[in-house]
Nanobody, 127 residues
Framework: QAQLVESGGGSVQAGGSLRLSCAAS?????????MGWFRQAPGKEREGVAA????????NYADSVKGRFTISRDKAKNMVYLQMNSLEPEDTAMYSC???????????????????WGQGTQVTVSS
């Protein structure tokens, strides 16, 4: 059964950093061709933040986080990370990890490409 578990969220002041982690079950990790991070703020639609194909050779970031966030994978540990630097109050949201088995080219940040989702971890950035 597919399973994704996020951790690392919390409260931080603007300008601070957090590192989110996503632990994927073995089957989920090995069968996915893409993994990504999405976020949803209260009253807003969920948006793709960062995503990568399995080989890690291609990543995609939302314009709002480019230069501040970095997605990475540890294949040996079945982990995906999101390093978030220079956090802003606008980054406050529930962050979820997702995995897809058939992500299309150029569609990494489209949530309809993803079949498996974690429960999410809250990130709160205060000014």
């Amino acid at each position: 059964q597919a399973q994704l578990v996020e951790s690392g969220g919390g409260s931080v002041q603007a300008g601070g950093s957090l590192r989110l982690s996503c632990a994927a079950s073995g089957n989920t990790y090995s069968s996915s061709n893409c993994m990504g991070w999405f976020r949803q703020a209260p009253g807003k639609e969920r948006e793709g933040v960062a995503a990568t194909y399995r080989n890690g050779g291609w990543t995609n970031y939302a314009d709002s986080v480019k230069g501040r966030f970095t997605i990475s994978r540890d294949k040996a540990k079945n982990m995906v990370y999101l390093q978030m630097n220079s956090l802003e109050p606008e980054d406050t949201a529930m962050y979820s990890c997702a995995a897809g088995t058939r992500c299309g080219w150029g569609l990494l940040l489209h949530e309809d490409q993803y079949s498996y989702w974690g429960q999410g971890t809250q990130v709160t950035v205060s000014s």
